[in-house]
């Protein structure tokens, strides 16, 4: 048994209520001023005023005091969105929107997801492993201490599968807790370009019934967008993962307003995804079922849109999720703190409610609240020390991580000395 005990920690954390933190509720933290934790084999077993804390604490051995010095710490960002297994960030393509040139027009000369596509499928294993990991470890030193990572550049079985095995071997051989999403479903691949409908058949009766016997993800997501895939295929697909078990997730109401949130309500998803255009029936509906609203700020900012409407729906009463969607063409960055502040600035979240969006709820995004997500007794010592007073600093300081140091399950994981 090691024991540990943060002390000197000027402690925020969202509050753990057994559900999504929607709503007003988004708004209210756990503040410790002269706070400290106990911390038994990288498990929280107390969290308080220090002086309680230590009067517990002075009977027992302690193998070491990490002394916090007085500074903010909050719990490690939960990432519940992301797509950081590709081969290379898609740079030209950026300097041509940048001058003008409409996704569509890429999309013809070979650009955009397909491209990704293609570099994905004849990318040896090993390397595209070392370049996700890489990232990992980027998003760990911004403060991620779990990340979603989906697939979704293979489009064919062969290559969704090695996907969700470089996926598994990053989530093995770095500190980070990886959850894998199954994303098969995120483009129509140039071999099924006119039949959709066939290329959700093998998603459905080939890759998952694979995917579930390797056991190599345990969720489930699919784009629904004019042009991708039909509200009508993501039914049947999710429908189809449910029964084999996976929790499932929607790309949903980014472009269009086709009903991705309602169709997520109706599943029971863990989390509804970009949302930008999503109308009023699909917010409330999200709002009813208790389905995550996972936003993702970096990739409007990118793309140039309007954001999605944050404040309406935490005003409505819905559990509002941050994630970076850090991916090689709409939203290249792995960075928490940067999304924080885009939440804060940008769509009117106050620091606490975008401290709770990209910690607890995103932590019911991914259905791993009760191991992380928030500083409560029987949940992983996974913490940061900022360089600030309050979470307010990671938006205020702008285009840097205010994080000094990044812990995981009560062990110092960055920076790392060398
Ligand atoms: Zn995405």
Redesign the pocket.
Known sequence: MIRKLLDNANIFTPINRGRPTAGAAMQQLHHFPRGAILIENGTIIEIGERDQILARAGKLAIDEVIDAGGACVIPGFVDP?T?LCFVAPREEEFSQRLAGAAYLDILAQGGGILSSVATVRTCPEEELYQLTRQRALAALALGTTTVEI?SGYGLDTESELKMLRVIARVGRTTPLDVVATF?GAHAVPPEYRDQPDAYIELLTCEMLPLVARENLARQCDI?CEQGVFSIAQGRRLLAAAKALGFAVKI?ADEVNDLGGAGLAAELSALSA??LLAAGDPGINALAAQGVVATL?PATAYSLRKPYARAREMIDRGVAVALAS?C?PGSSYTESMPFVIGLAVLQMGLSPAEALTAATINGAYALGMADRVGSLTPGKQADFLLLDGKTPAILAFHAGVAPVTAVYKRGEKVSPTSR
Request: glycine share 0%; aromatic share 10%; charged share 25%.
């Open positions: 969105h797509h989906k994303l784009f790309h995804d970009h993702l969607d991916n």
